[in-house]
């Protein structure tokens, strides 16, 4: 069967504090709304309907952003789950196949547990999602009777009784579009807190005759994110995942818990990643590699073999060859470092291309910024850069060139020639010693007048 999604991503957020809409704020270097995306991606989707409240045009920025063709609607107001479902009705109009609900602050519903709930959906018109909670607190009750699920209970609605039940409502739903647009037309909102709740499609479906079933997960998989403190809980929850199934993947975490990953990281088999090491969005690291501690890499590929850090800034655009070497204090933007090049020591390699097995210097420079526009160094194959040579783009060093220690380089430099750009040494034979005298005379008679 097709499957559309609906994420439900309208609500404030109150308990966040924060300018920015709730379902923005990144777990893992992507916004909670993008990992839910992304756990619903695992269905295929035909269709992906966001629907966007508080905040909306960022958080429709960020779910085209995403995914370009996703559909993004608008709950000008926020009168309920089932209200907000009901806005991507227009979307799924003519839609034949089956809708699965979920929300834009619960990001780590897993793909298998989707699946289930689709396999579910063959054999009945409504699935919910359920878990058991070790503190069931104020989410709504689902109501059972053998297998059959017959109603879900809203806290605030709900008897002492239903209060006691503990399989909970995870939020997440799956029927038919046509049904659940039609079941949400008998939804009203003669309740505790005067909303349309979605969870009564549940009740309703069942005085029609129709069939409801409960598929749960683990407790995890349903966490939801209202505060600073749940988002920091969620991200670490990631990461604790995210890490062992890495070292499941056969990579050296040295000190798992201080490595940081975001939900795109890729790691090869047999890279070490030492203590303190984070990963931005966009790296991938090859096999064989070594990313030394204190690193820190975003938007960036890694080949085999190669060794970066200690302290080494990896940004976006930095793209390592196999066997490079990226030393202590270096910083590599928008670079392509070709094959065994070396860049060991306090340098910067921005806007640039490093040939094949070049050694750069310490303390080497490419001053690509001229204070309005950016430009390129372009460095051949087996150069050797002097320490502290500064390049000023645009300059091109050809093959098997070479660069004097502190050279400014604001030419090109001939394949095989040596360049120089620094000052001519003078020398003064004894001046040293007449300095040193003059000046400790200077210093004793200063010491007397005082
Ligand atoms: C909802 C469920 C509850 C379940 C709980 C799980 C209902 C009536 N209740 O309660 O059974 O246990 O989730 O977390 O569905 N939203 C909108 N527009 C609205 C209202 C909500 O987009 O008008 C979005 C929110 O941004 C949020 C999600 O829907 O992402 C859930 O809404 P929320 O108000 O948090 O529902 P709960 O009261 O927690
Ligand atoms: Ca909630």
Sequence with gaps: MKTALIILAAGKGT????????????????????????????????????????????????ALAHDPA????????????????????????????????????TPFIQPETLTRMAQALASNDIVV????????????????????????????DATEAERAITLCNSGVVAARADLLFDLIDDVGNDNASQEYYLTDIVGIARDRGLSATAVTCAEEETMGVNSRADLAQADAAFQARARAALMEDGVTLSAPDTVYLCRDTVIGRDTVVEPNVVFGPGVTVESGATIRAFSHLEGCHVSRGGIVGPYARLRPGAELAEDVRIGNFVEVKNAQIAEGAKVNHL???????????????????TCNYDGVMKHHTHIGDRVFIGSNTMLVAPVSVGDGAMTGSGSVITSDVEPDALALARAPQVEKPGMARKLFEMLKAKKARAQRGS
């Design 347 to 365: 340098s910067y390699i921005g806007d640039a291309h490093i040939g094949r097995h070049s050694n750069i210097g310490a303390g080497t420079i």
């Design 15 to 62: 308990r966040m504090n924060s300018d920015l809409p709730k379902v923005l704020h990144p777990i893992a270097g992507d916004a909670m709304l993008v990992h839910a995306m992304a756990s619903g991606a695992a269905l295929n989707p035909e269709r992906s309907v966001v629907v966007a409240g508080h905040g909306a045009d960022a958080v429709r920025a960020a």
């Design 70 to 105: 996703a559909i993004v609607v608008e709950q000008t107001e926020q009168k309920g789950t089932a209200h907000a479902v009901m806005q991507a009705a227009p979307a799924l109009d003519d839609f034949d196949g089956m809708a699965v609900v979920l929300y834009g602050d």
């Design 129 to 156: 999602l359920g878990f058991e909670a070790s503190d069931p607190a104020r989410y709504g009750r689902l109501i059972l009777q053998g297998q059959s699920l017959e109603r879900i209970v809203e806290y605030k």
